[in-house]
């Protein structure tokens, strides 16, 4: 029993010691103030890996955070075994080969560790403006726990920057609404899109409510970060939401396996074999999206259809890395229409083309969209083509940087609704103040809701 | 409810898209067109040059002897291992973001893993035919006979396919972990090291450590390999290798002629029993006659039929072969004579030749022995003055023993040192070439046997499968790490 004390004792505290029990009882005080200060509830501090990750987030390094609560558990797992089989020497054979592995394991997680720790503490250093020198005291466990005692209980150290409640500023923007299914036409009604990540609920995508008519254009707009991406893989069922999306009457998630083929996404980067003839690669795309019944004949003729359409006649043979940046985009648009689809996603299929080619890519789009699909294209450049398209989807990421519809209706109505005369003055003024925008999205988003749903 | 329900029914049965099977092609396609497209090829040649470069290395003795064939089976269950892992580190992670597109367009993973394991086939068939060629090419002499079948070479080479195979799946499955193509040869090493180290053959592991080597593919591919050399009942020639080396060190040492007596009295073995109740007849009633008969080729037998009973060690018998050659055999007899045993000769104080005369005891270049230089140090007995005890009857061994190691007049006799000094090649001569190389191949292979490289169709069998335990347990790693491929971006 006194054995077993003395290991806890010495696991808590890393030492039995009296001097280093009483350093790190004070080492966790003035970590308990730090984190209330930078609101984060002080506990915390006596949970030994967790402290490590609240700490890090008080210091605005969650990413270090999470490698910095890894690192300094599996370091002290490997300490813990290291005790073991020293307890046990004598009892287990070559128990010195086994020891030097852990000691060797448990050097280099310690080596990361204080790495670590020197990147939390730099950040809690530049949180609280102070100067650099600071962090000499951080290096050693018998002088850390000056900086925390002094940080945690001296009223003049004040973090400069806060860990934010999210849950409170996501239950003051709550919104409520749905849109009625359409028959023919994309219908979305979607609660919420949610990741965990670290033991952490984020919510990524919240009340996003609209139904798209057949035919329309729609440009889907919307600051970093805002959840577009997210939005369109939700919309296509690639990764499911809480949700429900119709298209064309038909439930995109619940009939996935047959409802993939009716749409057609094209990604940002070409995703092809760039040592793969276009043809070839045509041909596959073909054999994989068109259903069994089609001949081999038929395969190919449908594929020298959408060659001359999309202009890559005269490429046929060319592997796919000699294409020039235009052509790739349209052998990668090809390869989605090849099935005809009724939705078809577009993620910035303008990037890297000049300006008269992205023209004649969006009017090739639009073609499209007259044929009776929907069209749903994101870009970063869109009033050089803004005429062309219908409707305008702007999502915005609200106080909670949680993605929210902030509108979604005809091009000259969003003008009037956010006040703006172009496209991308809409997108600065839902941007938050630290990405260079207006920081508006709260207001609109809040505004967009009462207008459409009361 | 119901009308949607009759939507997708209707769905369903309008359109039916290619099903895991029919999908396996497309992508087979795709991979053989990259292997012309994509320089895939070059692990063709590749695999030759380092077939060559092994085989050269170990032509002249994999099949011949132990060391030989275990080094050799080490080295080809290495060139197995790296054309496998080689083959398909990068297959996938190079390609991530396109499988990401194909999937999201209705690609099925499992057949896109299929696809690569039939076209990873592929290529390490034609590797290890390669590998088998060039090998016989550089001289490896291969059996020609084989335990399943009547070629040894198809036996042989569907160990070399496997273990190929089965290092070709795991690091298609490490492929499959790696985000992209510098995180996969970063990885890469690490592995190979671990499959070197663990493979429990060439390097002396720990006993904590051993259940690792069941995590490896050299671990089977190395005793399949070894199993099939036939391992067990080859010679070892390290450490004739090395004597022979050693043949112009000079050895030596001192021994008294009471350490021998003393072996020669231990009558609780059986051998010495044995040996003692030989009956050398009337030999003694004369002493010249005695001293002839006493021949050295006679002691030298007597000493080696100890060493064979295992009464005496190898050097040690060589050591008394030597004394007893040189000059304790005369020595005995004159002590014997001095004792009364004999009717003539009180003094013996003569040179020269060793079964006639022997005073001083200095043995030089006798003709038997060859040995460099034997010193007898210490004088002959120089007086005897008899008691006469006459023998009469049947004389063994045994009482010439106990009376020379009993006599107190031969008390000075006994604790006669004898310097030997000697070269090992001279020594090796001696004794026998043949025989003590003979012996030592035996002896050696008897200790190095290895039950794990006994060529036996179990076996070999218990090897393959594991291997083929492999590319299963990989192959699924792969599909099952594949199929999170969505959430990358997470």
Known sequence: ?454 | MAEKKQRMTDHQVLVRHRGRIAQIPIYLGKQLRMFVYQSDWKVIPMSALIAGLVGMVIRKRMFINMEGSLMGAFALACVGIWNGCFNSIQVICRERDVIKRMHRSGMHITSYVFAHMVYQAMLCLLQTLITLHVTRITGIQYPAEGLFTRWFLVDFGISMFLITYASDMMALWISTIAKNSTTAMTIMPFVLIFQLVFSGGMLALPEWSKPLTMLTVSNPGLKVIAAQTDYNHKPVVTVWNAIKKMKDSEIGGTITVGDVLDKLSDTKNKNVRALREIEIGNVLADAEQAAGEMELAEALELVGALESAGVLESAEALELAEALESAEALELVGALESAGAATEANTMQTEGTAATEANTMQAEETAATEADTVQAEGTAVKTADSSPAAVSGSVTIGDLIDLARNSEEMAEFRNQGITLKTTVGKLIDFVGKKAVKKTLQEKLAAGSYNPDYEYTKPNIMIYWSRLLLFVILFAALATITLEFIDKDKR
Not at chain 1, 232 to 243: D, L, P, T
């Open chain 1, 1 to 454: 029993m006194q054995v077993l004390i003395g290991d806890v004792v010495r696991f808590y505290f890393g030492s039995t010691a009296p001097v280093d029990i009483v350093l790190r009882i004070l080492f966790f005080a003035g970590l308990w103030r730090i984190l209330q200060k930078s609101g984060v509830k002080g506990w915390w501090a006596l949970v030994p890996w967790a402290r490590e990750y609240q700490l890090a987030r008080c210091a605005h390094r969650e990413p270090e955070g999470r490698a910095y609560c890894i690192t300094s558990f599996a370091s002290d797992i490997a300490v813990l075994i290291l005790a073991v089989v020293e307890r046990q020497r004598g009892q287990i054979e070559d128990v010195d080969t086994l020891t030097i592995v852990f000691l060797v394991i448990g050097v280099s997680l310690e080596l990361v560790w204080i790495v670590f720790t020197i990147r939390v503490f730099s950040g809690l250093i530049q949180v609280y403006g102070l100067r650099k020198r600071w962090l000499w005291l951080c290096l050693t466990s018998y002088t850390i726990w000056i900086p925390v005692v002094v940080w945690g209980f001296v009223k003049s150290y004040q973090p400069r920057w806060k860990v934010e409640d999210l849950r409170e500023l996501m239950e003051s923007l709550a919104t409520h609404g749905s849109a009625s299914v359409l028959d023919q036409g994309l219908t979305v009604n979607l609660k919420d899109r949610t990741v965990t990540e670290f033991f952490q609920k984020k919510v990524l995508l919240k009340d996003i409510h609209l139904s798209i008519p057949q035919g329309h254009m729609v440009l889907l707009l919307g600051g970093s970060g805002a959840g577009k991406t997210t939005f369109i893989n939700a919309v296509n069922g690639y990764e499911k939401a809480n949700a429900e999306v119709m298209l064309n009457g038909a439930d995109m998630y619940t009939q996935y396996k047959h409802m993939q083929y009716e749409v057609g996404f094209v990604p940002q980067s070409e995703m092809m074999q760039g040592k793969d003839t276009v043809w070839n690669t045509l041909l596959d795309s073909a054999s994989l999206r068109l259903p069994m019944d089609v001949t081999a004949e038929q395969r190919k003729k449908r594929v020298t259809e959408v060659m001359e359409i999309f202009g890559l006649e005269p490429v046929k043979n060319n592997l796919v890395e000699k294409l020039s940046g235009g052509q790739k985009k349209r052998l990668s648009i090809s390869m989605e229409f090849l099935s005809n689809p009724s939705l078809f996603i577009l993620d910035e299929p303008d990037s890297g083309l000049d300006g008269v080619m992205a023209r004649e890519l969006f009017e090739q789009l639009r073609k499209i969209a007259d044929t009776g699909k929907i069209v749903i294209v994101i870009t970063h450049t869109p009033d050089r083509v803004i005429d062309l398209f219908d409707d305008v989807i702007v999502l915005a990421k609200d106080s909670a940087r949680t993605g929210r519809l902030a509108w979604y209706g005809g091009i000259e109505d969003a003008k009037k609704f956010f006040q703006r005369d172009s496209m991308e003055k809409i997108v600065k003024a839902v941007n938050r103040k630290e990405e260079g925008g207006d920081g508006l999205a709260d207001e609109y988003v809040l505004k967009y809701a009462e207008v459409q749903y009361g």
